[in-house]
């Protein structure tokens, strides 16, 4: 059996024990419906992939039902999964529930107290790598914040899985909320810029370091082997390959039901706007220098940005306040 480059741990242990860490068993993207299949831009290694929010019998878009299930998420989001875990077992023992509840209740308070949050942006991207792809978060960085009125800096994720060769691929994550699909994509992807085109700099190497340093998988022995990955005193680069991933949320102007009457084929404005999303990503990713990049890509268009940003400050319970946009 091939090994994984650390202490003779079998590949195959190492890759069943790090799928059972996604939260992604007999889950879906509640409040999201996929609009075409993936597409892998040519000359790149990017795949594109497209969600509406969800519509009810009515035609009406489920905006309020897509923060509901974001506000039920903020727990996994935001706690490491150790303390989840002992929370559930200490609820378990006492029959009660008051220690989970705690947790909702320090999630909701690691929040930025910001009008205009990009946090909603970074849940969602959260759970289209964790649940959609099933590749788990590593680290939970709003955990990690000392003043719930400002945004923790660096990276907006840090997702991972093992490959073939026994090496771990590390998704990067971007995320941004605009009212311009352009302006989203382009921010998006020259975000990513610095963590996939850095050679040892400040942004990746000190991410790197959050990682070895605050790494919780809920599994001790595999929560150290990984962090090897990221010591470059025990492998270094050699053994990660960086990735990317984008959430791309913007404003939608008539947003309409994406589908034709079969409810699977993309309507013809809509397939249009697709592919024009697509060359604008194509053309940010040629502009960063970052073709080679194996990328995961998703455009989410709101019917407003900014009601999603009410809805979720409001679902959350933080009142509105200052008016500096963070993406």
């Not at 996994?76 to 200490?90: G, L, N």
């Not at 994550?173 to 921010?187: D, P, R």
Request: aromatic share 8%.
């Amino acid at each position: 059996m091939r090994e994984a480059p650390a202490d003779g741990v079998i590949y195959s242990e190492v890759l069943s024990r790090l799928n059972r860490v996604a939260r992604d068993k007999g889950r879906c993207l509640e409040g999201l419906v996929t609009v075409e299949e993936p597409v892998t831009l040519s000359g790149t290694n990017a795949t594109c992939r497209c969600h509406f929010v969800a519509f009810d019998g009515n035609g009406r878009p489920m905006v309020k039902e897509l923060v509901s299930w974001l506000v039920r998420e903020a727990v996994d989001y935001c706690i490491p999964r150790s303390r989840v875990a002992r929370a559930k077992a200490a609820d378990d023992q006492s029959g009660g529930t008051s220690e989970v509840v705690g947790l909702a209740n320090e999630a909701r308070k690691l929040f930025a107290n910001l009008k205009l949050s990009g946090e909603g942006g970074e849940m969602l991207l959260y759970l289209v790598l964790e649940v959609g792809l099933g590749l788990p978060q590593l680290l939970c960085k709003m955990a990690l914040k000392t003043d719930e009125e400002v945004h923790f800096h660096g990276v907006d994720g840090a997702h991972a899985k093992l490959l073939e060769d026994g090496r771990v691929a590390l998704y990067w994550g971007e995320s941004k909320l605009y009212a311009s699909a352009s302006a989203a994509v382009a921010a998006a992807i020259s975000g990513l810029s610095p963590y996939l085109n850095d050679t040892g700099g400040t942004e990746a190497t000190r991410d790197l370091g959050l990682l070895r340093d605050y790494l919780d998988l809920n599994d001790p022995e595999l929560t150290q082997l990984l962090k090897g990955f990221f010591d470059q005193g025990k492998f270094g680069r050699t053994a990660v390959e960086v990735r990317g991933a984008a959430l791309v949320g913007f404003s939608l102007e008539n947003y309409a039901y994406p589908f034709e009457s079969d409810r699977v084929t993309a309507t013809k404005e809509v397939a249009e706007l697709i592919s024009r999303w697509q060359k604008s990503a194509d053309s940010s990713i040629s502009k960063n220098g970052l073709g080679s990049f194996v990328m995961e890509i998703f455009f989410l268009p709101f019917p407003d940005v900014e009601e999603f940003r009410k809805e979720l400050r409001s679902q959350l319970g933080l009142p509105p306040r200052k008016d500096a946009e963070t993406g």
